[in-house]
């Protein structure tokens, strides 16, 4: 099985689904990871340079620990996200007739900023445009209708799951991978007092309360024509 999960920033996708990520690899999945913006903005005194060069480095060892094949960079400037943009909705497409996965897994349709809801629509119109044969591209054609996740919102804030995973087994890997994020994680703590590593677990022990289990990740299909499928594509 072939899984692909684009996020929007960096630590996007360890947020929201980490272990699910971790969950898949442990059960002998490739694992394909990609972040659309570069996360220069992340920082208010670093630089949007300096920040993005690091941004990437983090995204890559985080990368390992969730045993990602690799981690892709699609490179585009915080706040410049477009689903208009044609050029980063090729690449996204071209990414998924590279990875011809099985399923992929994004960022919810709504969400607490634009960069996240238009990385949304990037990365399913990407997917549709995967199967268009006469679009400049690198790889060959792939299906249109691969089932799509989106992965819950910051702190879950107007998302009701309808799928769950349980991370139980991968919430120590999870918080290993989001702590790569030093830029975001160590920087706030030190200089806001905020603890966002335990906003990330206390969100999956909260995931885990409804579905009864210690840790979860909650998810809810993109359903749309012919989107859905028979098969269990979240693992067991
Ligand atoms: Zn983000």
Known sequence: MRVLAIGCHPD???IACGGTLR??????????????????????????GPLAAMRTLEAERSGAILGAKEVHNFDVDDL????????I??????????VRPDVIITHNDDDYMLDHTETSRIVTNGSFCSGISHRER???PFSSFIPVFFMDTLAGVNFQPTHYVDVT????RKMEALNCHESQLKWMLDHDGIDFAD??????????????????????????????????????
């Open 12 to 14: 996007d996708l360890e």
């Open 23 to 48: 969950k898949y690899a442990d059960q002998g999945a490739e694992v394909y990871m990609g972040h659309i913006a570069n996360g220069c903005q992340g920082h208010v005194v670093i630089e949007p």
């Open 80 to 87: 410049e996200i477009n689903s208009h943009d044609f050029a």
């Open 89 to 98: 909705m090729d690449a996204v497409a071209d990414y998924v007739r590279y």
């Open 138 to 140: 690198k790889y060959e």
């Open 169 to 172: 087994a991968q919430i120590d």
């Open 199 to 236: 906003m990330v677990k206390t969100c999956s022990k909260y995931r885990g309360y409804q579905c009864g289990a210690a840790f979860a990740e909650g998810f809810k299909p993109y359903n749309v024509y012919p989107r859905y499928s028979t098969k269990n594509l979240l693992p067991d």
